[in-house]
T-cell receptor, first 116, second 116 residues
Framework: AQTVTQSQPEMSVQEAETVTLSCTYD???????LFWYKQPPSRQMILVIR??????QNATENRFSVNFQKAAKSFSLKISDSQLGDTAMYFC?????????????FGKGTRLSVIA | GAVVSQHPSRVICKSGTSVKIECRSL??????MFWYRQFPKKSLMLMAT?????????EQGVEKDKFLINHASLTLSTLTVTSAHPEDSSFYIC????????????FGPGTRLLVL
């Protein structure tokens, strides 16, 4: 079975600074996808970034980028130029890649507070 | 990204009544949808995988007779909480899979259920 571990329950960062959220996972599969989702106080789950395991290049989406270390099974999220609207719960998630119709396995989440 | 709606967003009911929650993929077809439950300040817990035209697959510990899932079309899955009790009060979230090379799950906005 796959597991996802987020070791930082809470983090804070000053506005405009950079912060990195950690995530490690465990799997014996080679074909999978990794995601970071953001859950603001509205509780809507919002996709932040997506990484295919077969791609060596780290995914980036504007101020969000990942450091994907497949051998180490590590998938950290870097948020640059942090904004107050980035305050949310962040979940790292794993999905097997056989068909896309497999459920996500979530970490416990990291609560990020951006301070003005 | 793809849009998933969920209705109702909030429901309050009396103990013993049944509540139906709808999950719709608005701009894509989803052969598979997922139902999650989230307790306050916790991660998402998978309840079941809903497959169009077939029976849902329930996670261990989830009562299939209590949480009825119907996936009647490629854009609609419903979760019915039968004979609801106060311990069923929670936040229920659905997600739908986008496949065909862009394997990703998109989430509905969630339904907050309060059973009195």
């Amino acid at each position: 079975a796959q597991t996802v571990t987020q070791s930082q329950p809470e983090m804070s960062v000053q506005e405009a600074e950079t912060v990195t959220l950690s995530c490690t996972y465990d799997t014996s599969e080679s074909n999978y996808y990794l995601f970071w989702y953001k859950q603001p106080p509205s509780r809507q789950m919002i996709l932040v970034i997506r990484q295919e395991a077969y791609k060596q290049q780290n995914a980036t989406e504007n101020r969000f980028s990942v450091n994907f270390q497949k051998a180490a099974k590590s998938f950290s999220l870097k948020i640059s130029d942090s904004q107050l609207g980035d305050t949310a719960m962040y979940f790292c998630a794993f999905m097997l890649g056989n068909s896309g119709n497999t459920p996500l396995v979530f970490g416990k989440g990291t609560r990020l507070s951006v301070i003005a | 990204g793809a849009v998933v709606s969920q209705h109702p967003s909030r429901v309050i009911c009396k103990s013993g009544t049944s509540v139906k929650i709808e999950c719709r993929s608005l701009d894509f077809q989803a052969t598979t949808m997922f139902w999650y439950r989230q307790f306050p300040k916790k991660s998402l817990m998978l309840m079941a995988t809903s497959n169009e035209g077939s029976k849902a697959t329930y996670e261990q510990g989830v009562e299939k007779d209590k949480f009825l899932i119907n996936h009647a079309s490629l854009t609609l899955s419903t979760l019915t909480v039968t004979s609801a009790h106060p311990e069923d009060s929670s936040f229920y979230i659905c997600s739908a899979s986008v496949t065909s090379g862009r394997e990703t799950q998109y989430f509905g906005p969630g339904t907050r259920l309060l059973v009195l």
